[in-house]
């Protein structure tokens, strides 16, 4: 049975990242217009009512007594306001995904196609949007039907153990073993059907369960390589993020230590403190473009390879030939 090169795979979105910076800059920008800006306008719709109970939040504490309840028909606008946001949101995220998904999958694979930074909108990304909504319906309902037997084992153990002398710490052991065979079998599911994408893309058609046939015998190989992944996605995350909170101790450490100039710098008119946070905010919204597709790349990458490895042969699992090593793209 063929298997893949562990150091390959996990290497292969780094060395995306360092050979093509500026491309990373063009996933950047794709990233936020596709995937934050339509989330930035929806929330524009939302903010004057949020700042509206935020101001009068802070009103009440200056004051020292407890706000007003807010009005039931505006609550209720409000929550409409909301539930569209994060429709929005989820649809733009879908489509932002999928498309600098695509984009690394052709930098990996279809490395001669470099034309706008391997960015498209077309058919891979549109099966790959597909692909992303069935995966995110069908893995709900795995989480829904697999909390029932561990859920129903971890209730058991408790009704049966736990009037004993030693049954809390006995039930508490069978509750721990439940939570770890629930996330177990979750992070089993995800490991067999992690291939769907790069086949999808390949195949330029849904492909999905497919990809279980081909990892069969890998999931040791295919965990490691996540928890590889994790690992460099968190120690990146918190670099990142003690870069800012430096930055954010540095500019505004002085006003957020003294409680009084906190609520005198919120007490004015919010077109006052809103344009003097605003270009920290515009600062924060590059770093997390940037951020969002140099990780694309870091995660996203290695199942390409993996895919491509797996499947070397005349053709790969969609009919499609393996595409040119990643190392022979354009520089």
Request: charged share 10%; proline share 6%; hydrophobic share 65%.
């Amino acid at each position: 049975m063929s298997g893949f090169s562990l150091g390959d795979a996990f290497a292969s979105g780094f060395r995306l990242v360092g050979r093509r910076p500026g491309v990373i800059l063009a996933w950047a920008l794709a990233f936020f217009v596709l995937g934050l800006l339509p989330a930035l306008l929806v929330w524009a719709l939302a903010a004057p009512d949020v700042i509206h109970l935020f101001a009068q939040a802070m009103q009440a504490s200056r004051s020292g007594v407890e706000p007003p309840p807010p009005d039931l028909s505006q609550a209720l606008a409000l929550q409409s306001k909301l539930l569209g946001v994060r429709a929005v949101q989820f649809l733009a995220d879908v489509v932002s995904r999928a498309v600098l998904a695509a984009a690394v999958f052709r930098a990996v694979l279809e490395p001669e196609r470099s034309r706008f930074a391997y960015l498209r909108l077309g058919a891979q990304e549109l099966w790959l949007m597909l692909l992303t909504l069935a995966f995110t319906i069908l893995f709900v309902i795995a989480m829904i039907v697999l909390a029932v037997p561990f859920g129903l084992v971890g209730a058991l153990a408790y009704y049966f153990l736990h009037g004993s002398p030693a049954g809390a710490p006995a039930a508490a052991f069978v509750a721990a073993l439940c939570v770890l065979g629930y996330v177990g079998v979750l992070a089993w599911i995800l490991l067999r059907l992690s291939l769907a994408g790069p086949m999808t893309f390949a195949a330029r058609e849904f492909r999905l369960f497919e990809s279980w046939s081909l990892t069969r015998g890998h999931a040791g190989e295919l965990f490691a390589l996540a928890l590889l992944l994790t690992a460099a996605m968190v120690g990146v995350s918190l670099a990142v993020q003690a870069v800012l909170a430096a930055v954010f101790l540095i500019v505004f450490g002085g006003l957020f230590m003294h409680p009084g100039q906190l609520q005198a710098f919120f007490a004015q008119p919010w077109q006052v403190w809103a344009g003097a946070l605003a270009p920290w905010a515009a600062l924060a919204v590059v770093v997390l473009c940037v951020l969002a597709a140099a990780l694309t790349a870091v995660l996203v990458a290695p199942w390409a390879v993996v895919w491509r490895q797996l499947s070397a042969g005349p053709a790969g699992p969609g009919g499609h030939a393996p595409a040119a090593a990643e190392a022979q793209a354009p520089s």
